[in-house]
Structure formats: structure tokens, C-alpha cells
């Protein structure tokens, strides 16, 4: 509930106005934003990696309502995929990139969106990485979804997020658990009416469980986005399961959440990606994170309180 309230709410420009401002904020950011420019995101990256983890990053920002910029968005992930290339980074998929598809201009047209993420995974590829596009509000997984149909052909290793709080989920992760398919299944960060998505939180983790059960089961490559222990453990016994090599599949986290767990599963073999959002267009992300954790907003809250 609180997490719904808060969502709505981020989208007052007052809010906006005294997250961004609070002297406090920027210690949170932070702890979950690698930086602001491509050289931070290529830094952490190089740190990430010396400790054995995999990274895929993301430029910030979304709801792109310009072309312009779109094309700038596109320009950053081409550079940033250079520098990355550049440090030996990205030698076989080691640093990828996530990508929002409203950056790149979904909501000017579906076509605009896809050329422009088509320029970035031939980027990519140049580089020897992939692309993974991020799953937004409800309104943008129908599109995103087509867009990931459509560049199949040129860019089958393009992989996409799916949200288990959404009831279409279980179907998505059916008609994408085919060879070759890279598939990141998260929990989902946004507010939907309760006609299309699952609200209980334990509604959600059981719909996550019965995605991770058919990606898991499938031909593809899943990536199970997530910090949850319970479906962590899922996961692993699923891999026993299913007898899925410990390179068939990986385990993903966020930047700064549980760094402790993503070192552990990395020593135990196990394939452990991060991802990093790095630039200045944090306020959405950090709205997201903030609403997600009840615990994390209540110690945010009492520190704007405690400013006078
Ligand atoms: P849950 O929220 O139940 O948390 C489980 C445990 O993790 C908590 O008990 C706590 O210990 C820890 N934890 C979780 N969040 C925390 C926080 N903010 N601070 C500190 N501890 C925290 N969403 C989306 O809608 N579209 C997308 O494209 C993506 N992409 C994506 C990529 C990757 C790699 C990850 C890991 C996540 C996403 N997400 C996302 C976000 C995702 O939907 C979800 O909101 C968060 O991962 C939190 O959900 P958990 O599965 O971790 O479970």
C-alpha cells in the first residue's frame, strides 16, 4: 500500500523538488548509483569485475518525449560500450547494457524505439556484448516485447525483462523460454491496477516462482533477477533439476543491495551479474528503490525530518 501511495506521489513535482534537493539524498544515491558519467559506470564496472562479478549497466533516464534526445541517449550506450570495449570490459558478455526502451523513444513510435535500440546492439556486438531491455509500465511491455520479435533475427541474443507481478507473465515466459532466448525475470517496480497485475506481495513471489519454474524448464537463458533468499534457493534447486550447468544460467542483483550475497553466489561458480545505473536522471530509479523497502523509506523520511 505504502509503495503504491509512494509511487503515485513521485510524480508531484513538489516531492520531486525536495527528494532532489535534500542534502541527505545524495549519501542513498550513492549507494545505489555508480556515478554520473560513462568513466564512473566504466569504473565500477572494472571494480565489479575484479571481485568476479558480472555487470550490465544502465544509462539513466526515461519517458524520452524528444527525438533529440532519444538520439543521445543512443549516443551515450555507443560511447559507453567503446569504453567498456576499450578496458577489455565486455570480452564475452562480461559488461553488457540494460536499456529503457521509453529513453530511446518509445513513446514517440514503436519504430523510432527499435531502430535506435538496434544501433545500440550493433554496438554491442562490435564490442562482443549484449543488450537487455528493461521492462517498464504496463503500457510498454506489449511494444517492448514486439520490438524484441522484430530484431530477433538481427540480434537474437537481444534479451528482455519480464515482470512476475504482471498475470501476462506466466504466458510471456512460455512463448520466450525457447533456444537461445535471454529472458530476465524480475519481481517488477511499478504500480499497476490490480485488473492486470498481482498486488499481494505473496501473490507476486508466487507468480515469480512459476515463471522461474518454466524459464528454468526452458531452452533459454534465464536470469533471475532478484534478491529474495526463498527464490534464490529456487533457483538453484531448479538448476538441479533441470541439470542446467552452472553457465546455462545466471543470478542478478542491484547495485548496492545484499553485496555480501552477490559475492557468496559468485564464489560458489555460480554466473552473478549487477546492475549498475549510472547518471545524473536518478530520481525515478531512487523512487523505485526507496518504495520497494518499507525500512529504507522510513530511515529516508526521518533524515528529511531531521533537517531542521
Ligand atoms: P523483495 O523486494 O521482496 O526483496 C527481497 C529482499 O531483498 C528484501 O527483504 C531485502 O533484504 C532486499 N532488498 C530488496 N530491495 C531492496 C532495497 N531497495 N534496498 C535494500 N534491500 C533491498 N523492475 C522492473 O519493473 N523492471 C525492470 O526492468 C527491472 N530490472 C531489474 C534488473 C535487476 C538485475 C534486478 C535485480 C531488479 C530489477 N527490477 C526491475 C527491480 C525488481 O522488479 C524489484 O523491484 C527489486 O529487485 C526488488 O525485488 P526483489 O525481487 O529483490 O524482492
Known sequence: ???????????????????????????????????????????VTRMLRASGLLVTLDYLGEDTTDEAQAAAVVDEYVELLGKLSADGLTQGGAAEVSVKPTAVGLHLSQG????????????????????????????????TIRIVASLRDAHPDLGCVIQAAL???????????????????????????????????????LSYARCQKVLMNGSGYPMMATHDPRLIEITGSLAMLAARG???????MLYGIRPGEQRRLAN?????????????????????????????????????????
Open 1 to 43: 500500500m505504502l509503495r503504491r501511495v509512494l509511487l503515485a506521489a513521485s510524480a508531484s513535482p513538489k516531492l520531486r523538488q525536495l527528494i532532489v534537493t535534500a542534502p541527505q539524498t545524495r549519501a542513498i544515491v550513492d549507494s545505489y548509483v555508480a556515478g554520473e558519467s560513462a568513466d564512473d559506470a566504466v569504473r
Open 246 to 252: 552452472p553457465d546455462s544460467f545466471e543470478y542478478q
Open 112 to 143: 523510432l524505439a527499435a531502430e535506435n535500440i538496434a544501433r545500440i546492439c550493433t554496438a554491442a556486438r562490435d564490442a562482443g556484448t549484449t543488450v537487455t531491455l528493461d521492462a517498464e509500465h504496463y503500457d510498454a511491455i506489449e511494444p
Open 268 to 308: 560458489t561458480g555460480a554466473r552473478m551479474r549487477i546492475y549498475v545505473p549510472y547518471g545524473g536522471d536518478w530520481y525515478g530509479y531512487l523512487v523505485r528503490r526507496l518504495a520497494e523497502r518499507p525500512a529504507n523509506l522510513a530511515f529516508f523520511l526521518r533524515s528529511l525530518g531531521s533537517r531542521s
Open 167 to 205: 498475470r501476462r507473465s506466466e504466458a510471456d515466459c512460455r512463448s520466450l523460454a525457447g533456444y537461445g532466448s535471454r529472458v530476465r525475470l524480475c519481481k517488477g517496480a511499478y504500480s499497476n491496477e490490480e485488473s492486470v497485475a498481482f498486488v499481494a506481495k505473496r501473490d507476486v513471489d
